[in-house]
């Protein structure tokens, strides 16, 4: 039988948490409300901006675009399942977190960060194609197989959260409610448990090394081939233009899956809680907010695109176009 929540002291239930934030220094909750706030916004609008583009212009509509629109959407999502609540936090004396809501946040978090993974890999087999068998790409990325690449991305993700929150609501929290953390992540929510954690833990290992070590195993076998086909290109122009269709997913890679496999594939002892959520605001704030940066800045598609978009609006604004040419047949 699952065990619940309650508390083994006195019989109550855990029903709040407190969330210690990320820094206990009154004097820097102010500075650092803004600068998150700041990095939320950028997040937001720039995210959003990629899937609004992606949406509207049709020379975008492309499996590797078609990627991006999902990793922006992803990364939308992520940053906004954990940062207006650390938000309200600098603003608050005492920062309590429902028990349903840590859980939810817990959940969501993990689905996030887990299709963050797929999706990534899913892009480094999309470079792989359309390097390595250029003449084959629009067969083998066919939408079908996009599609499919995703849906098993969010599957995987539904599986790994339903695990890590499902394991999580069997522990009993007693008299202890303060996690260490400015947000609901697993291993300081296991800190409060008065139950064996064991199960909990062997679960973070198993679904963190699916996640991490294979999706990144799939990554360097797929850039393997790409620097292998990149060396027997002869022309110069042509090893550049190669190597400039996969930094942008490199540097994304290289940002996030060593900011989390430098938090969770190591013990838990051998890392202290301070360094822990300073490490973690790599993955949760800064990835989400660096990736519509890292993908616009040395595309030309999108820079085009963004143009196209403008000098549309331009146009519109002076009455000089009427929309596309087959509404006024």
Avoid at 77 to 88: A, E, G
């Amino acid at each position: 039988m699952p065990q619940s929540r309650t508390g083994i002291g006195n019989g109550s239930l855990m029903n709040e948490f407190i969330l210690v934030g990320l820094t206990d220094h009154p004097y820097l909750q102010i500075p650092l409300f803004f600068l998150f706030l700041s990095m939320f916004i950028f997040t937001v609008l720039g995210n959003l901006g990629f899937i609004i583009l992606i949406g509207l212009c049709s020379h975008l509509h492309t499996p590797m675009y078609f990627f991006l629109f999902n990793l922006s959407f992803t990364d939308l999502c992520y940053s906004s399942v954990f940062t207006p609540k650390m938000l309200s936090n600098f603003l608050s004396e005492k920062n309590i977190i429902s028990y349903q809501g840590c859980m939810a946040q817990l959940y969501f978090f993990c689905f996030f960060a887990i299709s963050e993974c797929y999706v990534l890999t899913s892009m480094a087999y999309d470079r792989y194609v359309a390097i390595c068998n250029p003449l084959l790409y629009n067969a083998v990325m066919s939408p079908k197989v996009c599609s499919i690449l995703m849906f098993g991305s969010y599957l995987m993700a539904f599986s790994g959260a339903m695990a890590h929150t499902g394991c999580m609501l069997r522990l009993t929290f007693c008299d202890a409610n303060t996690i260490d953390h400015y947000f609901c992540d697993i291993l300081p929510v296991l800190q409060l448990s008065c139950t064996s954690t064991f199960v909990n833990e062997l679960v973070v290992f198993t679904v963190g090394g699916i996640n991490i070590i294979v999706t990144c195993l799939t990554i360097f076998i797929s850039y393997g081939f790409i620097l292998s086909s990149i060396l027997h290109i002869n022309s110069t122009e042509g090893r550049s233009k190669a190597f400039g269709t996969c930094s942008s997913h490199t540097m994304a890679v290289s940002l996030f899956f060593g900011s989390t496999a430098f938090v969770y594939l190591q013990p838990s002892s051998s890392m202290s809680m301070n360094m822990r959520k300073t490490s973690s605001v790599l993955y949760t704030n800064v990835v989400p907010m660096m990736n519509p940066l890292i993908y616009s800045l040395r595309n030309k598609d999108v820079k085009l695109a963004v143009r196209k978009t403008l000098s549309r609006k331009i146009l519109i604004r002076k009455g000089l176009w009427g929309g596309p040419r087959w509404l006024s047949r």
